[in-house]
């Protein structure tokens, strides 16, 4: 396999981008490695958050814990179940996920509801969690990201533009070359390259906005929830977007239908529905000043 990388139009040329890196004999998949360090880094933050929203601080750490394994169980089942064809008859590859295969959306959900019942368990605000959780979640999301970028996945439809990332035939799964990339090969020093639009780049910028405004509303939010809700919006009006643009999509059996869209979508518009009745019907009050925690 060739480990190359290239961004021709942004003059990036990468010999040689591995997908793991052996120490003392074992294979450590760079993949993990992204997602374990986007787990420390939001684990840091939600530190951060749960001095402003929780009356005990600490509180939080059991919460995330059960939240973290929970989220990436979650996560693989939310995949595995939308690629059962490839799984089914495999135990060890169905709990394999060194070579990738964690949906953003399962984790979230199975997160979402370990949180709130442990929330319940531990006799804290289930809003005030949520809103300690998301920031420390959006930036788990950013690192993670780059994930995709070492296992040549989360791309999308041929591209010339700007961005344009070029990635060896031999790198990618076949399923996911679509015709326009065929006709659009490039040979370089023998190499067969197609040629992509890096979806996990503009999500990852999207997602460093959507954690701006998250961080923005931690000393500003209105009402309890408020910031979960605001993910919930920002980030699936983004992943609807860009998961019309992916040729690794999920789909619900034939249909066609990519599941993170119709999954963003609703989380959007189900998050601006219930943050208007918020705002209009209850009006509520900025948090004053004295019940926020230094």
């Known amino acids: 396999m060739n480990y190359s990388i290239n961004f021709p139009h942004l003059g990036i040329h990468l010999e040689h981008v591995p997908k793991s890196f052996s120490i003392f004999g074992f294979d450590i998949a760079l993949y993990g490695v992204c997602i374990a360090i986007g787990m420390i880094l939001a684990f840091v933050i939600m530190d951060?958050?749960?001095?402003?929203?929780?009356?005990?601080?600490?509180?939080?750490?059991d919460v995330a814990i059960v939240t973290v394994i929970v989220g990436i169980i979650g996560a693989r089942v939310y995949y595995v179940a939308f690629e059962w064809e490839h799984y089914k008859g495999s135990f060890l590859s169905i709990i394999n996920i060194r070579e990738g295969g964690l949906a953003i959306y399962g984790g979230v959900i199975g997160g979402v509801l370990a949180a709130v019942i442990m929330s319940?368990?531990?006799k804290?605000?289930?809003?005030?969690?949520?809103?300690?959780?998301?920031?420390?979640?959006?930036?788990?999301?950013?690192?993670?990201?780059?994930?995709?970028?070492?296992?040549?996945?989360?791309?999308?439809?041929?591209?010339?533009?700007?961005?344009?990332?070029?990635?060896?035939?031999?790198?990618?799964?076949r399923h996911e070359i679509t015709d326009a990339m065929w006709e659009n090969l490039q040979?370089?020093?023998?190499?067969?390259?197609?040629?992509?639009?890096?979806?996990?780049?503009?999500?990852?910028?999207?997602?460093?906005?959507?954690?701006?405004?998250?961080?923005?509303?931690?000393?500003?939010?209105?009402?309890k929830g408020q910031i979960a809700l605001t993910y919930a919006v920002m980030y699936g009006a983004g992943r609807f977007y860009l998961e019309g643009l992916r040729t690794d999509q999920l789909q619900i059996g034939n249909t066609g239908l990519a599941v993170s869209q119709l999954v963003g979508l609703s989380c959007a518009v189900v998050g601006i529905a219930i943050y208007a009745y918020v705002l209009i019907k209850k009006k509520p009050t900025k948090i004053s000043e004295e019940n926020i925690q230094d």
């Open 48 to 61: 951060k958050t749960s001095k402003v929203f929780l009356a005990k601080p600490d509180d939080y750490f």
């Open 120 to 122: 319940r368990i531990k």
């Open 124 to 173: 804290i605000n289930s809003l005030d969690i949520l809103d300690t959780f998301f920031p420390g979640v959006v930036v788990g999301q950013i690192v993670g990201r780059w994930g995709n970028f070492f296992n040549r996945e989360a791309f999308s439809k041929y591209t010339d533009g700007l961005f344009a990332m070029q990635l060896p035939v031999d790198a990618v799964r």
């Open 187 to 223: 040979t370089i020093d023998g190499i067969d390259y197609i040629q992509v639009t890096p979806n996990f780049l503009y999500e990852g910028m999207w997602n460093v906005l959507v954690f701006i405004v998250l961080i923005v509303l931690v000393k500003r939010r209105i009402f």
